[in-house]
Structure formats: C-alpha cells, structure tokens
C-alpha cells in the first residue's frame, strides 16, 4: 500500500513543481537554499510519510552559516499549542546514530510574551557502553530569542479531518478509513490464489489399484507415487471405475471483480480517486485512461492538498528569508503540475469549439491549450498572424538544407 502514497505525493512533489518570488534577489537565494537542501525530492519522501502517519513538518535552521532544512515526520513531532487556523507551538526531536553511540538531540520553538519565538535546543549523547544520555552545553545555542513573529518551521498535513480525535491538531492517515478496504483486498487476493489451489485437476485411485510391483532385486515400489498431489487413494472392493478425475471452473473473474470494487473503494478514500488502479493479469496498474478524465472526486482532494502545502511552501520561504538576512518583503506563488489530473484532448477539444463559435481570442486559446501567461499568450497570437500574413517561418524550416 506504500505505492499509493508514492502515487499522491507525485501528485505535488514533481520536477514541475514552481515556486515564484516576486522578488528576484530573493528567488535566487532562497532557490539556492532549497537546491542544496534537495527539497524536492525530500520533501516528495517527507509528503509520502505524512500521507502515512498524517502530519510533518520543514524545519528550516542555520549550522555554521549554511542553511539546513529538516524534514520531520510525525513520529518526531510534540504539538505544544495550536488553535484552528495554525500551529503554533511545536516540538522536535531526533535520535541519530553516531560511530560512537547514540546523539538526542530537542528542538522546541516556543512564544514568548509579546508572541515572538524562542528556539530552545538541547542535545544528548550516549555511548555505545553507556546506559544514560549525557547532556552537552551548546552555550548560546541553547536559547535563542528570535524576536520574530514569524515560526522557523512549517507543517504539513493530510487534508482530511481528523475524525479518530476532532480535538486534535494532527493530521490523520490517509489509511485510517480504509483500513476495512485494505483487509478486503487482502481477503480477495488471498481467495483468488486459493482459487487456484483448490480448483487444481485431481484423479482418485482406488485403493486396490495402488498396488505395488516388484523389481529383480526383490524391492516393492509403488505404482501411484503417494506424494503425488494429483492422485489420492479412495477405499473400493470393486474395480469398477478404476480411475475418476475431477476438475472444477476457476471464478477467476467473479474474484478479480470483487478485488477490482475493493481496489476502488480504497483509491476513492485514500485520495486517488475511483477506479485509479486496475487490476490485470495479476497485478495491480495505474489506470492512466481514468487519471485523466474527470476525476472530480480527485480533483477537490488536491486542491484541498494544494492549499496546505502552499501554506507551508510560503512559510518555508518567509523563514529561510529570515534565517539567510533578507529583509526586503516578498510574496511567494506556488505552482503545480495540473496536468496530472487534467484532460488535455477535452481542453483542447473545448477551446476549438469556443473559439470557432467567436466566444474566446486565440490568445486565450493558447491561454487555454498550451498555458502560455497573458504576455506570452499575446506574443505567440501576433507571432502567428505575422507568419501567416507574410507566409515565413521563424523556427528556419523554410529552408531546404538538403539542397
């Protein structure tokens, strides 16, 4: 079940993923920042977690002058206070191993009176010999009053509510209601492959037929080996029907049909959408042919998704900012790849019909179609009404090379 939290994080997590600073000393920084880092692929790795265990978090902080980003899972997160809207006090911690032994290290980021944050620190050694951690003094480190209202973290979350505990600020798992969905594929999966076992071709031997023969040698040996799963001895005084076999129809398909209304029932609840997997020839495939149709269903839960990444994308930026002496204000635009979840023939399809009824421009056509921006939209429309006016091309094609 891994693979459908692979599957809803390459949803946002993609090389297509653009996060837009509107100021340009800015952007290239924090960019930086993020590239060294590897944000996208850990925080693909980060969102495949939390889509599991429900919450997460960045942690953005400065080692030696060099921005470092912490990506959390929700194993290592203590929520200290929150209300409906945020987050707003909250608690890490890590136990990493060393060659030596074990290293503790907390990081806790509290308000203080007038809501400005301080960033408490401690950290813990042990020995490989040693039953107790030791605490090390990390001086000045150990508090740090940021006079900033703005947190050095940022939480992610699963967009579905927490229905286990409706008081609680973490997220939930995008199995905790499907867990009965994921016990019936199980159920299904496991009868398809008895299905298989018990409707193997069987022969019954009468007793009196296993009869042995016996070689030069003086040895017995059976005639029917008895290990032989194919044959089973049945009690007869007779040797009338010496041989019966019997074999029976595979439900193969009523079995895989069962599995396939389980599968999407799963899909549709963990955030994927109906009918997302199919499943042929014994395994389980992306049905592409349904991703890209209208998936409503998928498309509110992305959208829903969206806006919290957003959220947290934003607050990242504004915190490494901070972190990295920025001072000049900035708005940050996040970007995704929503061609995922859309139909691009019915875009298409749509926009011609609009266009030749005279209700768009072609501007907005290549708006539409090929999500050009209004500026390069205009400037691709004129580009085309030039070349064809003056019948040139501007890509070099009309000229013959081979000549």
């Known amino acids: 079940m891994s693979q459908s939290c692979e599957d809803l994080s390459d949803f946002f997590f993609n090389e297509k993923l653009e996060i837009t600073i509107s100021n340009k000393k800015a952007q290239k920084a924090i960019n930086e920042c993020l590239e060294q880092n590897g944000f996208l ?35 290592n997160i203590v929520i200290l206070s929150a209300n409906k809207k945020d987050i707003r006090e909250i608690l890490f911690w890590n136990i990493e191993k060393t060659l030596k032994g074990q290293e503790l290290t907390i990081n806790a980021h509290i308000l203080d009176e ?65 867990l009965d969905n994921i016990i019936a594929i199980d159920k299904a999966f496991d009868s398809l492959e008895n299905e298989i076992w018990l409707g193997r071709k069987r022969v019954y031997v009468p007793t009196n037929a296993a009869k042995f023969n016996t070689d030069e040698e003086g040895n017995m040996t059976p005639v029917f080996d008895p290990t ?3 044959f089973y001895g049945i009690p007869s005084d007779t040797d009338k029907d010496m041989l019966k076999e019997s074999s029976f129809d595979l439900r193969v398909d009523q079995l895989t049909s069962a599995l396939q209304a389980q599968l999407n ?14 499943f042929k020839d014994g395994e389980a495939y992306v049905n592409t042919d349904n991703v890209m149709s ?3 269903d998928v498309y509110r839960k992305i959208k829903k998704q969206e806006n919290i990444l957003t959220k947290a994308i934003t607050q990242l930026c504004y915190a490494i900012a901070e972190l990295i002496g920025i001072s000049s204000s900035f708005s940050v635009s996040v970007y995704y790849d929503d061609t995922i979840i859309e139909d691009k023939d019915k875009i298409r399809t749509q926009a011609q019909t609009e266009y030749n009824s005279g209700l768009i421009s072609k501007a907005q056509y290549y708006r539409d179609v090929y999500k050009l921006d209004d500026a390069g939209a205009l400037q691709f429309a004129e580009q085309m009404i030039n070349e064809i006016k003056n019948q040139t091309i501007t890509d070099g094609t009309e000229f013959n090379l081979d000549e």
């Open 114 to 178: 007038n809501e400005n944050y301080i960033i408490h620190n401690r950290k813990y050694i042990k020995n490989n010999n040693d039953n107790d951690y030791r605490k090390l003094d990390l001086g000045d480190m150990e508090k740090i009053e940021t006079h900033s209202v703005v947190p050095k973290f940022a939480v992610i979350y699963t967009p579905e509510v927490n229905n286990l505990d409706i008081n609680s600020p973490y997220g939930i798992s995008c199995y905790a209601n499907a």
């Open 228 to 230: 032989d799963v194919a």
């Open 294 to 296: 209208s998936n409503s």
């Open 265 to 278: 029932l799963y899909t549709s609840k963990v955030g994927l959408g109906h009918n997302y997997y199919k």
């Open 41 to 75: 692929d850990n925080a693909n790795n980060l969102l495949q977690l939390t889509k599991a265990l429900g919450t997460g978090a960045f942690v953005p902080y400065l080692d030696k002058g060099v921005l470092r980003i912490n990506y959390m899972d929700a194993t």
